[in-house]
């Protein structure tokens, strides 16, 4: 019935249009168009009104099978289930959805962290503040910088613990190696005990600053580096050798270290440097050998050994007369502290000597070590009053002593070597002259 009078009314407003005679036939078809598109949704908006009011209307009382009294029978304003007549009559996202819900039966929320780009975020209110300092890497010219008086610090005091804590303090970022390869440098200008020195502090390091993988980065560096090493230090490519093998035996080094370098290298200086490891590894027993491979400290040496290699030096000079190689040797000796010997056995020598020679050079080499500070004021008045001291005990295997030092301390004091004081501390033997038995035994002045 609805339809019917629906198309009952579009008609009439056709031929009311048609009555007109105004309308073009163009005009006519849309206008039927629209006319046919607004009845269309009246009937759908009709239709849907009636549905609802049929589910959303209450039962009569005289209706049987129904219940007044039953909750089933009400209509709740506040009831979460569709109203459209579509679904199941579930609650909509099961009770989730919508504001001001608790949620889901059975769900169970987790701690967010606070994001502190929220803007309610409140600093104060997560608890502590903790600062760390930040460290900026180094540069590569500041890197130079700062290690450079650590390990010059280093070669005075030996303690690796305090390198290890201050390299800790240092961002040395991926460039960690260079620290490696700059200790070698100056360990190569520097002395046997810096070397030995330096030795100690890469295996130390290992582990705990170092990886094997740094330690290999720093030789391969200082490999390439040998050209302009030996312009300071013709020695460098067998001292490198060495410190490669020491390396590799206090496990620094990864022990196929050598073996990536077969036929690889053109440098002759990198290949003499890898042919020295190479052999020293290579000798029976030499792995524990190594340890000593750049000698013993000089305060480490024993006394007797000291004593020997003074003597040993002294006699060469007799022999060679050359004082440059005499100091070099002294100076590799490292044991500064004991010099006051080298002067002992150099008067005592010259005293056993009986030669104008031996005076004259021995004055000359003293004179030498004394201009160049090798040998203080101190361990030069050191050396001489041990031999004032003993001078009694040198007269019974030498009787000439007493006179033979005594001229001996003249001219070393001509020479400037010697102080007036220590000149007039030299014992002289007592001339007393007794009489002959004709003068009854008294003693003449």
């Known amino acids: 019935f609805l339809c019917f009078c629906l198309y009952e009314g579009l008609y009439d407003d056709l031929n009311e249009a048609e009555a007109n005679g105004n309308w073009t036939p163009q005009e006519k078809a849309l206008h039927e168009a629209r006319l046919k598109a607004?009845?269309?949704?009246?009937?759908?908006?009709?239709?849907?009104?009636?549905?609802?009011?049929d589910s959303l209307s209450e039962p009569l009382s005289g209706e049987p099978g129904t219940d007044p009294h039953s909750p089933k029978g009400k209509t709740h304003s506040n009831d979460r289930k569709s109203r459209t007549g579509?679904?199941?009559?579930?609650?909509?996202?099961?009770?989730?959805?919508?504001?001001?819900?608790?949620?889901?039966a059975g769900m169970v929320y987790e701690m967010e962290e606070p994001d502190s780009k929220?803007?309610?975020?409140?600093?104060?209110?997560?608890?502590d503040t903790i600062y760390a300092t930040v460290v900026p890497e180094l540069e590569e010219?500041?890197?130079?910088?700062?290690?450079?008086?650590?390990?010059?610090?280093?070669?005075?005091?030996?303690?690796?613990?305090?390198?290890?804590?201050?390299?800790?303090?240092?961002n040395l970022g991926p460039r960690k190696y260079e620290f490696s390869s700059l200790a070698l440098s100056l360990s190569l200008e520097g002395k046997a005990s810096h070397r030995e020195l330096t030795s100690r502090l890469l295996s130390d390091l290992i582990g705990k600053v170092l990886t094997e993988s740094d330690m290999a980065r720093a030789f391969h560096k200082t490999l390439q580096e040998l050209p302009d090493l030996i312009l300071d230090t013709p020695e460098a490519p067998q001292m490198l050798g060495q410190f490669i093998a020491r390396a590799i035996a206090d496990h620094?080094?990864?022990?196929?270290?050598?073996n990536r370098y077969k036929g690889k290298v053109d440098c002759d200086h990198a290949r003499a440097a890898l042919d020295r490891a190479s052999v020293l590894l290579s000798m029976k027993r030499e792995m524990v050998r190594l340890d000593n491979v750049w000698g013993v400290g000089g305060g480490q040496r024993p006394v007797k050994h000291l004593i020997k290699e003074m003597n040993l030096l002294l006699k060469?000079?007799?022999?060679?007369?050359?004082?440059?190689?005499?100091?070099?040797?002294?100076?590799?000796?490292?044991?500064?502290?004991?010099?006051?010997?080298?002067?002992?056995?150099?008067?005592?020598?010259?005293?056993?000597?009986?030669?104008?020679?031996?005076?004259?050079?021995?004055?000359?080499?003293?004179q030498a070590f004394w201009k160049s500070g090798l040998i203080t004021l101190d361990q030069m008045n050191r050396g001489f009053q041990r031999v004032y001291d003993e001078l009694p005990e040198i007269?019974?295997?030498?009787?000439?002593?007493?006179?033979?030092?005594?001229?001996?301390?003249?001219?070393?004091?001509?020479?400037?070597?010697?102080?007036?004081?220590?000149?007039?501390?030299?014992?002289?033997?007592?001339?007393?002259?007794?009489?002959?038995?004709?003068?009854?035994?008294?003693?003449?002045?």
């Open 38 to 53: 607004k009845a269309k949704r009246r009937l759908r908006k009709s239709s849907s009104r009636d549905s609802t009011r």
């Open 86 to 104: 579509k679904g199941r009559g579930l609650p909509k996202k099961g009770g989730a959805g919508g504001k001001g819900v608790w949620g889901a």
């Open 118 to 127: 929220d803007p309610n975020y409140d600093e104060s209110a997560q608890g």
């Open 141 to 170: 010219g500041e890197l130079e910088k700062a290690v450079n008086p650590i390990v010059q610090e280093y070669f005075e005091h030996g303690d690796t613990r305090e390198v290890e804590m201050l390299l800790k303090e240092l």
């Open 252 to 258: 620094a080094l990864p022990m196929n270290f050598l």
């Open 316 to 366: 060469e000079y007799l022999v060679s007369g050359e004082l440059s190689e005499a100091e070099h040797c002294l100076r590799d000796l490292e044991v500064p502290h004991f010099h006051h010997e080298l002067v002992y056995e150099a008067i005592v020598m010259v005293l056993e000597s009986n030669g104008e020679t031996a005076i004259q050079m021995m004055v000359k080499l003293l």
């Open 395 to 445: 007269c019974l295997d030498v009787p000439l002593a007493h006179s033979i030092m005594e001229a001996f301390v003249d001219v070393c004091y001509q020479e400037a070597v010697i102080t007036a004081q220590l000149r007039d501390a030299c014992p002289s033997r007592g001339r007393k002259r007794f009489v002959s038995e004709g003068d009854g035994g008294i003693v003449k002045n």
